[in-house]
């Protein structure tokens, strides 16, 4: 064989492998993150992820197949029949937890300098929420499946409140209040 057969063939190797690569990458990002449902059993919302990996293969071969890697209501009933799973098929973008803050923050303002919030940044300037009794917390201190609840009774606090929030609650030698007053 020559040379020009040889280029052809390691070409369409590298060109049939970036396809399914890209296809697995495509799917991979669109199964990841948690999710949340509501459990058919108990009809009670459930914090859910898929296996990503084993779907995103799947995929790949043309074959759509979920499975749950972990839920908020396991190990207690990880024999489930996965019954949720028609929830995700159905909307999956809608039930990403992301999606669900993400929406919950557009246009409210903050509890604490009433700006709006418009935008979240995810990556590193998390919003955070103000419990009923005026406590800032993170999202990392909230259960995803407790969102409905937390949502209902707490209210958004956007980055730059939470940080001050926070220092002023873990070093209160380290700030000085001073009363805001109008001056003309």
């Known amino acids: 064989m020559s040379t020009v057969v040889y280029v052809v063939v390691i070409a369409l190797a590298v060109g049939l492998a970036c396809y399914f690569l890209a296809r697995f990458g495509r799917s991979y990002f669109k199964l990841r993150g948690k ?7 108990t ?6 992820s898929l ?3 084993q779907g995103a293969l799947k995929a790949v071969i043309g074959v759509r197949h979920l499975w749950l890697s972990e839920c908020s209501r396991w190990p ?10 028609k929830q995700i098929e159905l909307a999956p973008e809608a039930c990403l937890v992301r999606l669900i803050v993400t929406n919950w923050y557009a246009g409210k303002p ?3 300098c009433l700006r709006t919030i418009d935008e979240v940044e995810w990556l590193g300037h998390n919003p955070a929420l103000m419990d009923p009794e005026g406590k800032a917390i993170g999202w990392e201190a909230v259960a995803p499946e407790k969102l409905p609840e937390v949502f209902s009774t707490y209210r958004p606090v956007c980055w730059d409140c939470n940080v001050a929030e926070t220092l002023r609650r873990e070093h209160p030698e ?9 001056r003309p």
């Open 110 to 112: 903050c509890a604490v």
């Open 43 to 48: 009809h009670q919302p459930a914090a859910v």
């Open 35 to 41: 999710r949340l449902v509501t459990c058919p059993e």
């Open 76 to 85: 207690e009933r990880q024999g489930c029949g996965q019954e949720c799973l």
């Open 51 to 53: 296996e990503a990996g």
């Open 174 to 182: 380290l700030v000085t209040e001073r009363p805001w007053t109008w």
